[in-house]
T-cell receptor
Framework: GAVVSQHPSRVICKSGTSVKIECRSL??????MFWYRQFPKQSLMLMAT?????????EQGVEKDKFLINHASLTLSTLTVTSAHPEDSSFYIC????????????FGPGTRLTVT | GESVGLHLPTLSVQEGDNSIINCAYS??????FIWYKQESGKGPQFIID?????DKRQGQRVTVLLNKTVKHLSLQIAATQPGDSAVYFC???????????FGKGTTLSVSS
């Protein structure tokens, strides 16, 4: 089946620094990737939609200059949290869509970000 | 606000019981519904999905029911096992390739 990986799985960074999270589709090409954020005991909230070769579309309330998304290839999207603050600490999850006729998306295992 | 939600936040059952997890959605244009299982610290795991032109779909030990009249979705798990303990989310989409909108989630606890 389709596999999506994320790297790193866990990261701790200091306030004010930037951290990059990678999302890769390992055995298929992803025309679209989605980034979600999940706070403890809450649901997944869509942050942005990323299409290969295009600028990402951000959801209302998500700062595009703070959460930089790059989808440079059909198998890789990156999310960079810039000038991280403790309130950015969260579980970040990506999903990938292969552009087919089905609705199915494939989720990565998530990245736990802790900002100290 | 979220377009999918309204459910019991927790459900506790005994091993071997049948579990029913409910979800209500508000977007009548949604065409696709999916249930995910999420264990602590992991990404969502696909359980079962259903298109809007169906009202029931069965998988292995799981059944999804869709009632478009009242915009209600349910997940039935037969013979619940301790390994089924997790948070369950429903999600919806109105077009292939668009983002999924997630409900709030129900925590299922199975005791043996």
């Amino acid at each position: 089946g389709a596999v999506v990986s994320q790297h790193p799985s866990r990261v701790i960074c200091k306030s004010g620094t930037s951290v990059k999270i990678e999302c890769r589709s390992l055995d298929f090409q992803a025309t679209t990737m989605f980034w979600y954020r999940q706070f403890p005991k809450q649901s997944l909230m869509l942050m942005a939609t990323s299409n290969e070769g295009s600028k990402a579309t951000y959801e209302q309330g998500v700062e595009k200059d703070k959460f930089l998304i790059n989808h440079a290839s059909l198998t890789l999207s990156t999310l960079t949290v810039t000038s991280a603050h403790p309130e950015d600490s969260s579980f970040y999850i990506c999903s990938a869509y292969d552009g087919g006729l089905t609705y199915e998306q494939y989720f990565g295992p998530g990245t736990r970000l802790t900002v100290t | 606000g979220e377009s999918v939600g309204l459910h019991l936040p927790t459900l506790s059952v005994q091993e071997g019981d049948n579990s029913i997890i409910n979800c209500a959605y508000s977007n009548s244009a949604s065409d696709y519904f999916i249930w995910y299982k999420q264990e602590s610290g992991k990404g969502p795991q696909f359980i079962i999905d259903i298109r809007s032109n169906m009202d029931k779909r069965q998988g292995q030990r799981v059944t999804v029911l869709l009632n478009k009249t009242v915009k209600h979705l349910s997940l039935q798990i037969a013979a619940t096992q301790p390994g089924d303990s997790a948070v369950y989310f429903c999600a919806e989409a109105n077009q292939a390739g668009t983002a999924l909108i997630f409900g709030k989630g129900t925590t299922l606890s199975v005791s043996s």
